[in-house]
C-alpha cells in the first residue's frame, strides 16, 4: 500500500520521529483496523500545517474538544490517501476552497496521546493518534469558515505569535518542530 511505503519512506527529522514511525509501522503491521477510528486502541490520523505563500502565517482553528489553538486535521475512516484526507480535513475545518501541497511527501510523524473526552454525545477513551502530517499552502485571503461541531475560530497566525495562542502544553513540541523544520525548506 502506498501510505505504508510513504511511511516507510519518510526520513525522521529527530530521533522522536525516528522512534514514532518505528511504532507506527509496528502498529500497522499488526493491527488490519489501524486506519478506523474504532479501532480504540489506536488509528492512523491525517493532519496538516497549512502555510501562507511567504511561509509568515499558518492557519490554524481553536478547536472545541482541546480548548486550543491547533493544526486541522483528522480521521482517515478508513481512507488510505493520508494526503487526501489532510486536504479534505483542512477545508471542512476551515471552510477555504483551495489547497494545495506544499510538499507532496509527508511532512512530519508523530504519536500522539488523545485524553479521553466527549464527542457527539459519545465517550471516547485515551488513546493515541498515529499521525501523518502534509505541508499545504493556501491563500491567506480566503473566506474562513467556522465547522460549530469542531471548532469556535479560524485564523491565520503570525508564525511569531503562534506560541502565545497555544494552550495546549503537549502539542508545543510539535508545532516548534514543524515551524524549525519550516526554516529548513
Known amino acids: 500500500m502506498k ?4 511511511i516507510e519512506n519518510y526520513q525522521p527529522f529527530n530521533e522522536q ?3 514514532d514511525k518505528a511504532l507506527i509501522l509496528n ?3 499488526n493491527n488490519s483496523d489501524h486506519l478506523y477510528r474504532e479501532n480504540l486502541a489506536a488509528h492512523l490520523t491525517s493532519s496538516a500545517i497549512v502555510i501562507n505563500q511567504d511561509k509568515t502565517k499558518v492557519l490554524f482553528a481553536y478547536h472545541n474538544i482541546y480548548d486550543s489553538w491547533s493544526w486541522v486535521g483528522g480521521h482517515n475512516d478508513g481512507d488510505s490517501d493520508l494526503l487526501k484526507v489532510a486536504i ?3 477545508k471542512e475545518e476551515t471552510g477555504i476552497l483551495e489547497v494545495e501541497p506544499y510538499l507532496e511527501d ?3 510523524i508523530d504519536v500522539i496521546y488523545v485524553e479521553n473526552h466527549i464527542k457527539n454525545g459519545k465517550r471516547v477513551p485515551d488513546h493515541l493518534h498515529l499521525n501523518v502530517t502534509y505541508l499545504l499552502m493556501a491563500d491567506d485571503s480566503q473566506k474562513l469558515r467556522v465547522k460549530k461541531d469542531e471548532n469556535q475560530a479560524v485564523a491565520w497566525i503570525e508564525l511569531e505569535d503562534v506560541f502565545n495562542k497555544i494552550s495546549e502544553p ?7 518542530k514543524a515551524f524549525d523544520k519550516l526554516m529548513t525548506i
Do not use: A, G
Open 17 to 19: 520521529e525516528k522512534v
Open 88 to 90: 479534505k480535513e483542512t
Open 106 to 108: 509527508i511532512y512530519m
Open 170 to 176: 503537549r502539542m508545543v513540541p510539535i508545532y516548534r
Open 27 to 29: 502498529f500497522i503491521k
Open 3 to 6: 501510505y505504508i511505503q510513504d
